[in-house]
């Protein structure tokens, strides 16, 4: 019933209404499925949310919250919440969080939530705002009060962080958590792992083993 703390620390992630059914519960390849009605995970040793989160998701229903730290009197320090896409199709993971937000370790500055639906990705969010006294007890899966906005989603990968890292190492912390070349277009400065940049005509050609 609950999700191991890997570091060590002891901050164990309790599995909340899930049925382990084929919509609900564990996967085979150790991923957790959230079936958007009341499944949801919680920290109970850890009182007050961090300044920086990392998940690997693939989530298929908007107006939910994939995770949730903040007080009623601060709004935005911070959620990740995918908004109700007729009313409101905003960069991802910009509502409900006022710090700075990576896909696949890529500051995002114009990918949309729409068009995460579906797709397997890495999340980074850090707020240097975020403290003791402007967060709670972090929820992953739905609304910092277990009550609302439900995430419909498969979670295979979550880490949070006291402090800010730095753009290097988000970076290795996106390639350990496995999205391989990432979701987000990268400049044409970028080298892959094979050797290629953006610009040129083979990019996409993987080198013979």
Request: charged residues 25%.
């Amino acid at each position: 019933g609950y999700v191991p703390d890997l570091t060590g620390k002891g901050n164990h992630g309790r599995l909340n209404n899930f049925a382990y059914t084929e919509e609900s519960g564990a996967n085979e390849d150790g991923s957790i499925r959230f079936d958007g009605t009341d499944d949801h995970i919680t920290i109970p040793t850890l009182s007050h949310g961090s300044k920086c989160m990392l998940m690997k998701v693939n989530w298929n229903k908007d107006a939910l919250m994939l995770y949730d730290q903040r007080m009623d009197n601060n709004p935005n320090s911070f959620a990740i919440y995918i908004p109700y896409f007729k009313n409101e199709d905003s960069i991802a993971y910009s509502s409900r969080n006022d710090g700075k937000t990576y896909i696949d370790g890529v500051l995002n500055t114009s990918v949309k939530g729409s068009q995460l639906k579906d797709v397997t990705h890495n999340i980074t969010i850090t707020n240097s705002n975020s403290n003791n006294d402007n967060t709670v007890s972090p929820a992953i899966g739905s609304n910092a009060k277990y009550n609302a906005f439900y995430a419909q989603m498969v979670l295979y990968e979550f880490m949070l962080l006291p402090d800010v890292p730095d753009e290097e190492e988000i970076k290795e912390l996106n390639d350990v958590m496995g999205i391989e070349e990432g979701y987000v277009e990268s400049p044409n400065y970028y080298w892959d792992a094979y050797g290629k940049k953006n610009t040129d005509t083979d990019r996409n050609a993987k080198e013979p083993v």
